[in-house]
């Protein structure tokens, strides 16, 4: 039953990139218009599914990455219409729609029936330490999209290319802004899910490091985002630098989320018995 | 009656003659007005005479309006007639209506798209609707072409593509910095397209312009035109620092600002991305500058590259507006075409039809114990009433053709009775 809500709102992302995509080609502002609704379906979709879930095994719905990557798509969606609102950019859903789909493509691949997770995990940390890490990593995915459309920008701008294709993006300025934003506030949730996991480690098994590889990659993105801020903030770094530096920490990341899992044993790899 | 349109313009006379059959004060065009007045057969005209094309739009059933008006010019101007004729286009009817749309419109402009025209036909309708010589058609003509002209900027984007090197520089700066309310720029060198430059930035939000010159009194009389800041030739690469966007118009032979300079420039402004105009011929900037990180340089060319191909997209649009003058056209014709006795009675009396039916219909389902023949008196009845109420105006619409104003009646019945839109049916 729950599957529906699923296969619903993986349809509407690949809808809604579709309706971005030929957006950009016709420069019609009316099918980015059609590609907002349609993220909203697939975000109420998705976060349906998740409750459904949620219900079913008795606990937050976050036991393996098929799961993950659903909470990771539901966080975009929000996140997206927030910020198609505030700052009128819906042109960035044509770059945030392509990457929901490819979150929701691999979610469908990797998709497993409801399962409570290990009796270890079932625990009030599961939600303040998932939720705080998935918040951040969608507020990082935020900040590679806008890092994609910063370099094209930027690259299209040095080779005297000024056209309405590109008038519909905003400023480089903007961009600039808002994804040193998104780090900004993703750092913090991302520091605050990995302290919270390790005082979870420490009561649950009694230490906070267990050189588990899915820590330690974390702790590689983690200081790869610290740097970013570094360099924003002390060296005054701008522009294409931030831009590539963030699109390669945001590479880092989902490898350290999706790649380690299955790369690497551990205990982070979810897959409850 | 005709709708026609007699004229010049920068297509077909060069300014030489623009500027002898200009009507270029508010007295030339009055008496040009009257003298047009006085010809025989001319009902309304309007005189539209701007830098780049001098019009009169007329109504008129003069089969030789052409020679008379040409006449008129020739020795109002004094400009030889032959001469005249050579560059003057004269049309009728639907060629007429078609160019009036299109001037509106701007889309017979010597800069595609160019909205001015616009405004420039308002004042000249105006004018002459002041002087009384507008009326009934050409009324209906301005109006319909405003809107036209309206539609034209909404429904397409011709009006969305900067079209002058200035404008693009300007939206380039906005596309770089978002706004340009909080931003600094510098005037190096002097030119004209230099300056306009300053001032569209201006205009658009740029609170400072620091200017340099080669001579500081230059740089002090041109401070002071934008409300700006003189600084000497030799103070500009340390002022390079506090500056974002930089227009460059000087006549070094070499480049004046290299990337040595920009380099420690950007690095003491942390980065913050830097825009460079360079107008000068020869160039005043180094490209290799626009290989800096958040440094963006356009020489004159780059400019005029982007001119270019906005100018181009302007024509696809204005394939887009022609569509919208078409159906526009169609829908003047039949309002023309509908303003005859014949529809109108028709559908007057179609009109009164209608009524009669419904209400027979109606009455029908309330007063069931009547018989056939009961009902066959009724309508008698009716149509007697019908008949004796459209008696009068009938005879009155037959006669009109002998009266003054003919238009304004038909019009005003079809007001009266809201006809419109049933013409189409009936034009046979």
């Known amino acids: 039953m729950e599957n529906i809500f699923f296969y619903i709102g993986f349809g509407f992302f690949c809808i809604a990139t579709f309706f971005f995509v030929i957006q950009l080609i016709t420069l019609k502002d009316n099918w980015g218009n059609f590609g907002n609704y349609t993220i909203l379906i697939a975000t109420i979709s998705f976060a349906l599914y998740l409750i459904i879930r949620g219900v079913i095994i008795g606990h937050f719905p976050v036991t393996n990455v098929h799961e993950g990557l659903v909470l990771l798509c539901v966080l975009l969606g929000i996140l997206f219409l927030i910020f198609f609102h505030k700052y009128n950019l819906k042109i960035v859903g044509v770059f945030l729609a392509p990457l929901a789909t490819f979150f929701s493509l691999i979610a469908f691949i990797l998709k497993k029936p409801a399962m409570p997770a290990l009796d270890i995990l079932q625990s009030f940390w599961l939600p303040i330490h998932v939720g705080s890490i998935f918040i951040g990593n969608a507020l990082f995915s935020l900040s590679f999209v806008f890092s994609i459309v910063y370099v094209i920008e930027n690259f299209r701008l040095k080779r005297k290319k000024f056209d309405n294709f590109g008038k519909q993006f905003p400023s480089l300025t903007t961009l600039d802004n808002i994804n040193y934003l998104c780090i900004v506030y993703g750092f913090p949730f991302m520091t605050l899910g990995m302290i919270t996991g390790a005082v979870w480690a420490q009561y649950a098994i009694g230490s906070y490091w267990n050189n588990d590889p899915k820590e330690i990659w974390s702790l590689i993105t983690w200081m790869l985002y610290a740097a970013i801020l570094h360099c924003r903030l002390i060296s005054g770094w701008r522009g294409k630098k931030i831009a590539i530096f963030s699109i390669f920490a945001f590479l880092v990341l989902v490898f350290s989320f999706i790649g380690v899992t299955y790369l690497f044993k551990g205990y982070h790899i979810f897959r409850g018995t | ?428």
């Open chain 2, 1 to 428: 009656m005709k709708i026609c349109v007699v004229g010049l313009s920068h297509k077909t006379a060069p300014v030489e003659i623009r500027e002898k059959v200009a009507f270029s004060s508010q007295q030339k065009l009055e008496e040009g007005i009257m003298l047009l007045k006085k010809l025989d057969g001319i009902k309304e005209c309007i005189i539209l005479s701007t830098c780049n094309r001098v019009e009169v739009y007329l109504v008129c059933n003069d089969e030789n309006w052409q020679d008379s008006v040409a006449n008129v010019f020739s020795s109002f101007h004094g400009v030889d007639k032959k001469e005249l004729l050579s560059h003057l286009y004269f049309k009728e009817n639907d060629d007429a209506i078609k160019h009036i749309f299109k001037v509106a419109s701007g889309l017979d402009s010597m800069v595609l798209g160019e909205p001015q025209i616009t405004g420039q036909l308002k004042e000249a309708y105006g004018f002459a609707a002041g002087k009384n010589s507008t009326g009934f058609f050409t009324n209906k003509l301005m109006h319909t072409a405003f809107s036209v002209a309206k539609r034209v900027r909404t429904e397409t984007k011709i009006g969305s593509y900067a079209v002058s090197i200035s404008y693009v520089a300007v939206e380039l700066a906005k596309k770089i910095f978002e706004t340009l309310e909080d931003k600094k720029a510098m005037l190096i060198g002097a030119g004209e397209m230099a300056e306009l430059a300053a001032k569209h930035l201006i205009s658009n939000g740029v609170k400072e312009i620091i200017v340099a010159n080669r001579t500081f009194e230059r740089a002090c009389m041109l401070a002071s035109e934008f409300n700006g800041i003189p600084c000497s030739f030799e103070e500009f690469p340390e002022k390079l620092k506090q500056v974002d966007i930089v227009i460059s118009s000087t006549g070094a032979p070499t480049f004046i600002i290299t990337p040595e300079k920009v380099k420690e420039a950007i690095k003491s402004r942390r980065n913050k991305p830097m825009f460079f105009i360079d107008i000068a011929v020869p160039r005043d900037i180094d490209p290799k500058v626009n290989d800096l990180d958040n440094v963006f340089v356009y020489d004159i060319d780059d400019l005029q590259n982007v001119v270019d191909a906005n100018l181009k997209e302007r024509q696809r649009e204005a394939e887009k507006a022609e569509l919208i003058i078409n159906e526009e056209i169609k829908a003047f014709k039949d309002w023309m075409n509908s303003l005859s006795v014949k529809p109108i009675l028709v559908s007057l009396r179609r009109h009164f039809e209608n009524i009669k039916e419904n209400e027979l219909n109606e009455a029908k389902k309330k007063l069931s114990h009547l018989t056939e023949d009961d009902f066959k008196v009724i309508e008698a009845l009716l149509n007697a009433v019908v008949n004796k109420a459209l008696h009068k105006p009938t005879i009155f619409l037959k006669n009109l053709s002998n009266k003054e104003n003919t238009y304004l009646y038909l019009d005003a019945i079809k007001e009266l009775f809201d006809l419109k839109g049933e013409h189409g049916e009936e034009k046979n």
